[in-house]
Every structure is written in structure tokens, then in C-alpha cells.
């Protein structure tokens, strides 16, 4: 239902989308506030980074700026300087089974924690797909979002691309 690119500057890069692919508007985060997080089994906090959502058609297009080298699931994948793929995202049907099938069939769980108390979590598929997979818990505050989300891109105009929270 998603895909995320690591990127240099996150303004250059929803500009790109917005002019290249006609994909908007971006709803900007500054910042996601985890509690609970685990990376790679110990305590830890999400890393600072900019974001930014928008849809194309019904997939979510994820855009991540992190400007510093703060240990954390996007260094995990590209160091300080490196940008890219970083993860295709799901929304789990039974988030428990589905997570522990990953890790069962190998993948390391690179991090976990609550956002405003739903889990979400990354495995690190990289050895065998060369990105991550986020798997996101059900709720209905996700469903609501996100469908605010698509409803903003089915009637977008291509003015006011970045939404700002």
C-alpha cells in the first residue's frame, strides 16, 4: 500500500513527484513521535527526520528526509549522504501473525514501537529484497487518515502541493 524513498532534501523531492508525476498534495510531518521503540532489540527512540504522504491512485507515495546520522532504520539501509528505496509498507490483516512470519522465515526486526499507540514496525528484508517492509497495525484513527489522504489526492487541483501539519 506504500513506498518509501529515502532522499537528500524532501522539498526537491515532492516538487520532483509533484511536476514529474503529477502526485499531491504532501502532508508534511516534522518529526514521528514513536513510544515503545525497539531498534534491532534494544530500547531506542525513532530517529529525527522530516516526511511527507501523498497517494498515487491507491498507493502511498513516502518521502524521508533524515539530515543527521542518529542510529536508526533509515541509516540501517543507507548511511549519511545515500538515498533510496527503503521500504514497501502493508497493512496488516493480524499484525502479530504477519510480523512473526517475516522474522520466522529470517528477517530481523529491525524496529518496532506506537504511534499515538498503534504498533508499527520494520523487517529488514534487505539480504533477500534489497528494501525493508513496515507492517502496520489496523485502526480505525489509520483508516480514517489515510482515507483523508486519498480523498485530498482524488480532488487535487495540482495548487498547494505540501499540506502541513
Known amino acids: 500500500m506504500q513506498m518509501c524513498w529515502v532522499v537528500p532534501d524532501l522539498q526537491n523531492a515532492i516538487d ?3 511536476s514529474n508525476a503529477g502526485v499531491g498534495p504532501f ?6 513521535d514513536f513510544t515503545d521503540g525497539r531498534h534491532r532489540g534494544t ?10 504522504i501523498a497517494y498515487a491512485g491507491e498507493v502511498q507515495i513516502e518521502l524521508v528526509c533524515q539530515d543527521n546520522d542518529d542510529p536508526g532504520v533509515f541509516r540501517d539501509l543507507f548511511p549519511h549522504g545515500t538515498f533510496g528505496l527503503h521500504h514497501m509498507a502493508l497493512y496488516c490483516h493480524d499484525y502479530e501473525a504477519e ?15 506506537k504511534l499515538d499507540g498503534i504498533r508499527t514496525s520494520w523487517v529488514d ?9 513496515e507492517l502496520l497495525e489496523p485502526s480505525p484513527q489509520r483508516h480514517v487518515g489515510f482515507a483523508a ?12 502541493p505540501v499540506v502541513t501539519f
Open 125 to 133: 528484508t534487505s539480504p533477500t529484497l534489497g528494501f525493508m517492509v
Open 43 to 52: 530500547p531506542a527512540d525513532f530517529p529525527k527526520v522530516q516526511a511527507a
Open 99 to 113: 510480523r512473526d512470519s517475516y522474522i520466522k522465515a529470517g528477517a530481523q526486526l529491525a524496529f518496532e514501537g
Open 27 to 32: 502532508f508534511w510531518f516534522d518529526g514521528v
Open 149 to 160: 489522504m486519498r480523498a485530498a489526492a482524488a480532488k487535487w487541483d495540482g495548487s498547494d
Open 16 to 18: 520532483s513527484w509533484v
